[in-house]
Structure formats: structure tokens, C-alpha cells
T-cell receptor, first 113, second 112 residues
Framework: AQSVTQLGSHVSVSEGALVLLRCNYS??????LFWYVQYPNQGLQLLLK??????LVKGINGFEAEFKKSETSFHLTKPSAHMSDAAEYFC???????????FGAGTILRVKS | DTEVTQTPKHLVMGMTNKKSLKCEQH?????MYWYKQKAKKPPELMFV???????INESVPSRFSPECPNSSLLNLHLHALQPEDSALYLC???????????FGPGTRLTVL
């Protein structure tokens, strides 16, 4: 079985500040991990993914995430927040095969000017 | 083409109506998905089609009826819905068996 916990349903940062969104997972098999972003009334857009190999993965819009197996974490970071980053972010886990993504509850990011 | 398209964008229907949601992708993906998303919640998986066959039904009420006419199209037929079925309905696709899913923009459904 797999599950995802996103710490903090709301995160607020100032423009230009570091963004850190936390994700911890539980998986009985080697996990595939994803971060998706959702802007209001839109679908989900894939930011980045971890499958195998390099544990630091870079995504779109300047985001990156590091897979830490020992901590069962996959936190999302961005060095400098921009107003356009305000959105809801979902962490998700899956097995390599199987057609099922398990989503976390989501974190709403607010960026203050 | 790396897009998943969904029509209509918005739909308002009465509890006795019959309507359909449509989803299309041209990425050659052989797995397609329907999700339901309520406000401030993550998407909830409803159905998965793999190679045009229904592979997962997450105990969805029969008033929702999926259909996959071919590898590019996915429909969701709606009948006798309840107001609590009002939500954003998202379609997604992926390569068969793999979980990097590409999502469409969704259909905002309101049931009166």
C-alpha cells in the first residue's frame, strides 16, 4: 500500500523567498514520485518526477525536489518565489507499474508581494 | 501533440438529464483515466482504461458510465446525477502501465 502526507495545507512566502513544500511518502515497493501544480479551475500540470537514478530532480519553472529514501521524503523547493507560483501543489506516489497514482491532500502556496 | 483536451469546459445539468463528458488525446497513450475533484481536495480516481478495456472501477455509482470508443477517446456518460456530484472532472492519459499521467483542463460540472 502507498500513501502520501503533505505537511502544511497552506504555505505563505514573500516574493523572492525560498519555497519549501514538504512531502513524505509510504510505499512497500520502490516508489515513483511526482509533484503536480494546479492553478484555479485548471487541470494538473506535472512539475517534476523521480523514477530511478539521480535523487535530485529538476522540473519546470525553477522547481526541484530531492528523493531521500532514508527519510521517505520528496520535498519540493524553489530558491526564489514568484507571484505566478501561487497555486495548489500535489505530491503523488505510485509503483512502477499499476496505473494508480496516490495523491497527497495538497498544499496551497500563497506568495506575498 | 502533448495535450489532453476535454469538452465541455462547463456543464450545468438537472438531476433528470443525460449528458456526456468527452476527453481526447493524441499522444499514443493506451491508458486513460477519469478523476473527480471536489473543491480543496486532491483528485479521486474513478475509472482506468487500459488498451480500451476497463481495468479499474473505484466503486463508482452506476449513474456514471465510462466508455472508451478507441485509443484516443474517453467518454463519461452521466445520468440521474445528484447535487453532490457537482465537481471538477479530470481526464488523464499515460503510457500503458506507467504512471506519469498527463491531465486535461477538466470539466466543471454543476448538478442542480
Amino acid at each position: 500500500a502507498q500513501s502520501v502526507t503533505q505537511l502544511g495545507s497552506h504555505v505563505s512566502v514573500s516574493e523572492g523567498a525560498l519555497v519549501l513544500l514538504r512531502c513524505n511518502y509510504s510505499s512497500s515497493v520502490p516508489p515513483y514520485l511526482f509533484w503536480y501544480v494546479q492553478y484555479p479551475n485548471q487541470g494538473l500540470q506535472l512539475l517534476l518526477k523521480y523514477t530511478t537514478g539521480a535523487t535530485l530532480v529538476k522540473g519546470i519553472n525553477g522547481f526541484e525536489a530531492e528523493f531521500k529514501k532514508s527519510e521517505t521524503s520528496f520535498h519540493l523547493t524553489k530558491p526564489s518565489a514568484h507571484m505566478s507560483d501561487a497555486a495548489e501543489y500535489f505530491c503523488a506516489v505510485s509503483a512502477l507499474y499499476g496505473n494508480k497514482l496516490v495523491f497527497g491532500a495538497g498544499t496551497i502556496l500563497r506568495v506575498k508581494s | 501533440d502533448t495535450e489532453v483536451t476535454q469538452t465541455p469546459k462547463h456543464l450545468v445539468m438537472g438531476m433528470t438529464n443525460k449528458k456526456s463528458l468527452k476527453c481526447e488525446q493524441h499522444m499514443g497513450h493506451r491508458a486513460m483515466y477519469w478523476y473527480k475533484q471536489k473543491a480543496k481536495k486532491p483528485p479521486e480516481l474513478m475509472f482506468v482504461y487500459s488498451y480500451e478495456k476497463l481495468s479499474i472501477n473505484e466503486s463508482v455509482p452506476s449513474r456514471f458510465s465510462p466508455e472508451c470508443p478507441n485509443s484516443s477517446l474517453l467518454n463519461l456518460h452521466l445520468h440521474a446525477l445528484q447535487p453532490e456530484d457537482s465537481a471538477l472532472y479530470l481526464c488523464a492519459s499515460s503510457q500503458a502501465g506507467l504512471n506519469e499521467q498527463f491531465f486535461g483542463p477538466g470539466t466543471r460540472l454543476t448538478v442542480l
